[in-house]
Each structure stands twice: as structure tokens, then as C-alpha cells.
């Protein structure tokens, strides 16, 4: 009787395992794309409220500070803390989000969910982005926050990296 319970739940816990790591490995791109159509069909009609709820602005404040800090140092300037939040808050805007969509392979007129999919790729858990034509580089990344994907990260346009 001890044996057979012990088998029973020994089962029970492989199962719960396996259907956990299934769960863990599914591809979330498909409903990442979903968010993101909705926001790229907002920057297209400059609807600054919706894109304002699809931002994590601290998040992209953080990644474009990071970039303009790193093209600084190297070449040769070091401010201390670096860009401000008003100029972070300057750079983000429809029309820099525009330009990098501009860069990406997706078509100019509203891309459909599956033309996003295709080009999304997996930056790491709970992340994606969208890559320029090319596949070089990450031009908007979305983070998962709860249930929906909002822009974490912004290729800054035109920096000129040595």
C-alpha cells in the first residue's frame, strides 16, 4: 500500500515537473506581438497616450543614459552620472520610435501580429526585440510587466560608435 502510494505520487511530481517546464519554454512571442502592434499602430497616429502606457519610461530612460554614457567615454568624455532625465525624456518621443522602426525589416504600413512574430527575437527571459534589417542590432526591446509588453529599451538613432 506504501509502495503504491509512493509511485502514485512520485508520477504526480514528474508530471507537475515536466508540465512546468513546458510552461517555462513557451514561446511568448506570439503574445508579445500582439502588444506590440498595438503600440507601433499608436506611434504611427502619435497617440501620446497610448504610447505613454506602453512605455516603461525609467526603463528606457536607463538604456538611452547608458548609451550616450558609453559613446561619451569613448570618445573621451566622462559626465559624471550622465544625461539628465529631461534629456532622456527629450529623446523619447514617436518620432525617435518612428526611426528605428524605420531601420527594422517590418513593413512601413501597420504590420500585422505574425510579420512581428517573424521578426521578433528572444533577448532573454521575459524580453524581446526587434531587430534592425540587417539582424545586427536590437533597435526596441519589450519586457514583459504582468500581462502585457511594454518598451524597456531604444536604439539610439544615428550615435556613431568607434
Do not use: Y
Not at 506611434?43 to 561619451?72: F, M
Not at 518621443?93 to 525589416?105: D, E, F, K, S
Not at 526585440?129 to 533597435?139: F, I, P, R, S, Y
Request: charged fraction near 20%; glycine fraction near 8%; proline fraction near 5%.
Amino acid at each position: 500500500m506504501f509502495r503504491r502510494m509512493l509511485r502514485k505520487g512520485l508520477l504526480v511530481a514528474l508530471s507537475a515537473l515536466a508540465l512546468s517546464s513546458v510552461a517555462c519554454s513557451r514561446d511568448e512571442r506570439p503574445a508579445a506581438a500582439k502588444d506590440i502592434a498595438t503600440f507601433l499602430v499608436a506611434v504611427q497616429r502619435n497617440d501620446a497616450g497610448a504610447i505613454e502606457a506602453a512605455l516603461d519610461r525609467p526603463a528606457l530612460r536607463s538604456d538611452l543614459r547608458g548609451q550616450l554614457t558609453e559613446l561619451g567615454r569613448a570618445n573621451g568624455v566622462d559626465v559624471n552620472g550622465g544625461p539628465s532625465e529631461f534629456a532622456m525624456d527629450r529623446m523619447i518621443t514617436p518620432q525617435t520610435i518612428g526611426l528605428a522602426l524605420a531601420r527594422t525589416a517590418l513593413p512601413a504600413a501597420a504590420p500585422t501580429a505574425a510579420q512581428i512574430t517573424a521578426a521578433l527575437t528572444v533577448s532573454d527571459k521575459g524580453r524581446v526585440c526587434v531587430q534592425d534589417a540587417g539582424k545586427t542590432h536590437c533597435l526596441l526591446t519589450f519586457g514583459k510587466d504582468g500581462n502585457a509588453w511594454r518598451l524597456v529599451g531604444l536604439q539610439a538613432p544615428d550615435l556613431k560608435r568607434p
